[in-house]
């Protein structure tokens, strides 16, 4: 019984801890969002935050993640999970953010590395007529999901030339089909990502 109280109380802390993560997570984001530039609307760039930051997480448990994102990655090779590549997770994110109908913010699909084995695919949020390497990225793979973002530009685990230190230039790549499938509020459903979604 005693062990059943002590297992419970941990496990109440270490929700609470990560509910406290997200929730500074999410405003940060949401501040970041709105410092793009001065027409972004404060509750939108709020809303895209939450449904982010709330989606990752959801998708971390229907996607029965275990381990870190490279695990995954191999369960999904393997057949042993159905999803969680990181094109997964920026179509499904991207999806949800979709509904949403952003007026002032712009989601674009991001792709570094493309079609080699350290691919990885995320969402970039510009302001309007801002241009991709501006934005922030969106990576709910990254961190398993717990929501991963920070500016295109200075996102040092994504950089050309890594080999002596950080380059300071990044490796993002705008994938223009798949930002016209985020940009396109009446369609919905994705088509079909084999190549891009190589994790």
């Known amino acids: ?9 941990a496990l109440l802390l270490l929700l609470n801890s ?5 929730e500074k997570s999410i405003k940060d984001l949401s501040k970041a969002l709105v410092a793009l530039a001065p027409n972004v609307d404060p509750g939108e760039a709020e809303r895209l935050s939450v449904t982010a930051h709330t989606t990752a997480r959801k998708l971390a448990r229907e996607y029965h993640v275990v381990l870190n994102p490279e695990f995954q990655a191999f369960l ?4 042993a999970r159905k999803r969680g ?29 493309d079609h080699t084995s350290s691919e990885n695919n995320c969402l970039v949020v510009t302001a309007r007529n801002q241009p991709f390497q501006d934005g922030i990225i969106l990576d709910g793979w ?13 996102d040092d685990e994504y ?11 990044t490796a993002w790549k705008e994938n223009p089909q798949w ?3 985020l940009q396109d509020y009446e369609s919905s459903e ?10």
Not at 142 to 151: K, T
């Open 1 to 9: 019984m005693i062990r059943c109280i002590v297992f419970t109380f």
């Open 18 to 22: 990560a509910l406290a993560r997200d």
């Open 76 to 79: 999904v090779n393997v057949g």
């Open 85 to 113: 590549w990181c094109g997964h997770w920026a179509q499904d994110i991207g999806t949800r953010l979709k509904e949403l109908k952003l007026k002032t913010l712009v989601l674009h699909w991001g792709v570094a590395y």
């Open 142 to 154: 990254r961190r398993a999901g717990r929501l991963f973002w920070c500016a295109v530009k200075k």
């Open 159 to 169: 950089e050309v030339e890594q080999h002596y230190g950080h380059s300071g230039i």
């Open 179 to 181: 930002s016209a499938w």
């Open 190 to 199: 994705p088509k079909s990502k084999t190549t891009t979604a190589a994790r």
